[in-house]
């Protein structure tokens, strides 16, 4: 199945919230700038240990793969509601706009935000939500999957995510590196 899918890292290891000492020595863990945590010797977190993985995936702290969060992703077609492309088009919100921008099409993992980016793209849904307050409402009411507003559905909460965690969202392809499938 070939998907895209957002995440944003959870801070468990920085924070001290494990649920179990990794199967190495702490001096050789390190983050990439995902935001994952992976073995020092590895290239990337894909390079891990089977033993190193099995922790990370499923021991480490309260989130499978110490993901603070992660969702399908689809934001292709998210200017094709017509007051939501009026909206945008006006300027008025910028940062979110490149936040779903960067959204929109992605093969290998990508960084869709910085923790910078996002803080400002929530004051930018914010103020897209009290123009449009459908917006705003997504969450709480049930709606059309086909329309280009189901990205609203969730990118408050990945922004949310990476401004708390100051991880950035990272994107990847379910075919593609990154995605932690074995
Ligand atoms: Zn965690």
Request: net charge negative.
């Amino acid at each position: 199945m070939s998907e895209r899918w957002v995440y944003v890292a959870c801070t468990c290891y920085r924070d001290g919230l494990l649920l179990s000492d990794p199967p190495i020595s702490r001096s050789e863990v390190v983050f990439d700038r995902y935001g994952n945590v992976m073995e020092k010797t590895s290239r990337t977190p894909e390079d891990d240990s089977d033993e190193f993985w099995d922790w990370r995936s499923e021991r480490a702290c309260i989130h499978y793969n110490m993901r603070f969060v992660e969702e399908i992703w689809d934001a292709r077609n998210w200017r094709s509601d017509d007051q939501v492309a009026e909206a945008i088009a006006s300027g008025r919100f910028p940062h979110l706009e490149e936040v779903l921008d960067n959204s929109q099409w992605f093969t290998a993992a990508t960084i869709l935000a910085t923790p910078q980016l996002a803080a400002k793209a929530i004051a930018d849904f914010d103020e897209l939500a009290q123009v449009i307050p459908r917006i705003g409402q997504l969450a709480t009411t049930p709606m059309n999957w086909t329309t280009g507003l189901w990205p609203f559905l969730f990118v408050r909460k990945f922004l949310d995510a990476s401004a708390l965690t100051g991880n950035p969202l990272v994107g990847y392809h379910s075919v593609s590196s990154l995605g932690f499938e074995q």
